[in-house]
């Protein structure tokens, strides 16, 4: 089968599309076809290996010390089941899923064997195998980090960053649970946010939103750009400040992707897609994605 490599750390030129052994699965696992998967901010992280100065050796330890242990990244997709394992009862060949694979990434692939019991989920029917590939990182990390902060129907919630793949997630999901949101983003993304939900909108290239006299209840960095110190005076009394740029890692949870595919299901969320590549296209996909200015999500179409 063919597969985008990571053959070291470094540029994106080190991922090489290369010809690999197709997975068999185990008595407990399921073979998925793969039809979509995307470029996510953590997959630029591993691939260019950005760490703290201080785990840097730990995170070597961890993911591999010249290169990534699990060559193929990804970390999430949707597909179809081809095949399954002996003891696998809850899918079925021909069921199309979407699914996280977490640390095992391997999602840049036309074939991946996952766990049946691992974060796999029925795909709804009405909903693209690019939606649906493209819900579920942003959606678990906007929905761990909305529960630190303990969202609630009513508050005033702020999404820094809201144009991206969190922060588009983020702004419809604190609608859900009863927000009321505002988005910060550039001036080329504020009708998107404002589509998404965004009861208003800071360009913030023109407006400082700590000088704008509002106070959030929870300020939801989405991007990891700027800090508690800085949004201090824009949180109301015993406002929550929560960002995606320190070391703490969103939990996945399958209660998570049931909700997400629920919601994606009542076309209560959708995904945003700024561009579709192909894997043969993988080099560029990361070029465009390490460029910090995407909308929403970048998603890789297995043909």
């Known amino acids: 089968m063919n597969a985008v490599l990571c ?24 073979l998925i076809r793969i039809r979509a998967t995307t470029v996510t901010a953590g997959d630029i992280r ?13 995170m070597r330890l961890v993911l591999g010390i010249t290169k990534p242990r699990k060559p193929i990244l ?3 997709l949707s597909g179809e089941i081809e ?32 766990p049946e019991k ?13 939606t649906a590939a493209s819900v579920l990182y942003g959606g678990t990390t906007a929905l761990h980090f909305l529960r630190k902060g303990n969202i609630r129907s009513g508050q005033k919630v702020m999404v820094y960053g809201a144009s991206g793949t969190v922060g588009t997630l983020t702004v419809q999901l604190a609608k859900y ?18 589509a998404l939900g965004a009861d208003k909108v800071i360009d913030y290239t023109k407006e400082n939103f700590t000088e704008t006299g509002e106070r959030y209840d929870m300020i939801f960095d989405a991007v990891g750009k700027t800090t508690k110190a800085h ?6 009394a015993g406002g929550a400040f929560v960002t995606v740029g320190g070391m703490e890692v969103a939990r996945e949870l399958m209660e998570d992707v049931l909700l997400l595919q629920k919601l994606l299901a009542e076309g209560k969320i959708k995904s945003v897609i700024d561009r579709t590549y192909t894997l043969e296209q993988m080099v560029e996909a990361h070029r465009y994605v390490e460029n910090g200015r995407k909308k929403g999500s970048v998603v890789i179409q297995v043909l």
């Open 83 to 114: 095949a399954i394992g002996s003891k696998v009862t809850r899918f079925k060949a021909g069921d199309q899923v979407f699914a996280m694979t977490g640390m095992k990434f391997g999602a840049h692939a036309e074939y991946l064997a996952l």
């Open 177 to 194: 649970f009863g927000a009321e949101v505002t988005g910060v983003c550039s001036t080329g993304n504020l009708e998107m946010v404002k």
């Open 118 to 130: 691992g974060l796999i989920a029925i795909k709804p029917e009405q909903v693209s195998f690019e």
């Open 46 to 58: 591993i691939r260019a290996f950005r760490s703290p100065a201080l785990m840097w050796l730990p």
């Open 74 to 76: 990804g970390v999430e």
């Open 7 to 30: 053959t070291q750390y470094g540029p994106p030129e080190v991922l090489k599309l290369q010809k690999v052994r197709k997975p068999e699965p185990r008595d407990n696992e399921v």
């Open 231 to 236: 949004c201090e005076k824009a949180l109301a």
